[in-house]
Nanobody
Framework: QVQLVESGGGLVQPGGSLRLSCTTSGRASSTYTMGWFRQGPGKEREFVAAITWSGRGTRYADSVKGRSIISGDNGKNTVYLQLNNLKPEDTAVYYC???????????????????WGRGTQVTVSS
């Protein structure tokens, strides 16, 4: 079993930045693809960004492309999501997720992911 714990959420003004972190523990694996999803008020869960175990494959949702960066630190079992130029529509609970894969391109489909964190709230408001 793998546990994922997110941190770094909070209240930020429009145009501001946040860095979310997701730390894994439990059954260790160096081949997990890690992803970030979000669910806003009254909305379905949607893909945000993902990175393969090697770090060489990344994907971003169009809504955050160009103002977000996903990165990983295998030594710390942690994946990060840097969010810049935040907008009110970025307000959501952000979830970290993982699945075991040797793939070269990460999945954007929630059902692919085996493990999920409990989420961290991001609120963008003035």
């Amino acid at each position: 079993q793998v546990q994922l714990v997110e941190s770094g959420g909070g209240l930020v003004q429009p145009g501001g930045s946040l860095r979310l972190s997701c730390t894994t523990s439990g059954r260790a694996s160096s081949t997990y693809t890690m992803g970030w999803f979000r669910q806003g008020p009254g909305k379905e869960r949607e893909f945000v960004a993902a990175i393969t175990w090697s770090g060489r494959g990344t994907r971003y949702a169009d809504s955050v492309k160009g103002r977000s960066i996903i990165s990983g630190d295998n030594g710390k079992n942690t994946v990060y999501l840097q969010l810049n130029n935040l907008k009110p529509e970025d307000t959501a609970v952000y979830y970290c997720a993982a699945y075991s894969s040797y793939g070269t391109m990460p999945s954007t489909t929630p059902n692919t992911y085996q493990y999920w964190g409990r989420g961290t709230q991001v609120t963008v408001s003035s």
